[in-house]
């Protein structure tokens, strides 16, 4: 059954390239927003937190700072409304999943960036 689920993903959904990016990668995600009859393009930059699931269920959550607000956002990675996404940084952490960052403020929530 699996086998068959995976055949399906394949051959009817359609793939879009998008950079590879992991969890501490800075990003910025462009996607359209419907207001009625209007379309237009809005932006999201933040941190990567985690990237989970498989195939088409794959999914990325990003987090932001809105002010003194966190704001967290998670993009389906077959999303339609997804234009492009930009990384704008490689960060270098240890997890896959850095919910830990959620806790930090100022010096200490700064993330080193990967030299390449």
Avoid: C, W
Avoid at 1 to 13: A, P
Avoid at 45 to 51: A, K, L, W
Avoid at 95 to 100: G, K, L, N, S, T
């Amino acid at each position: 059954m699996e086998s068959l689920i995976k055949f399906v993903q394949d051959e009817f959904v359609t793939k879009k390239d998008f950079p590879e990016f992991s969890a501490g990668d800075t990003i910025t995600v462009f996607y359209e927003i419907r207001e009625g009859e209007k379309v237009r393009t809005q932006f999201f930059r933040g941190v990567v937190i985690q990237r989970r699931g498989s195939g088409t269920a794959e999914t990325f959550t990003i987090r932001k700072m809105s002010g003194t607000v966190g704001v967290e956002r998670i993009f389906p990675v077959n999303l339609p409304a997804l234009q492009k996404i930009e990384v704008n940084k490689r960060g270098k952490v240890r997890r896959a999943r850095i919910f830990y960052f959620r806790g930090l403020t100022g010096k200490k929530a700064r993330i080193k960036e990967e030299r390449r």
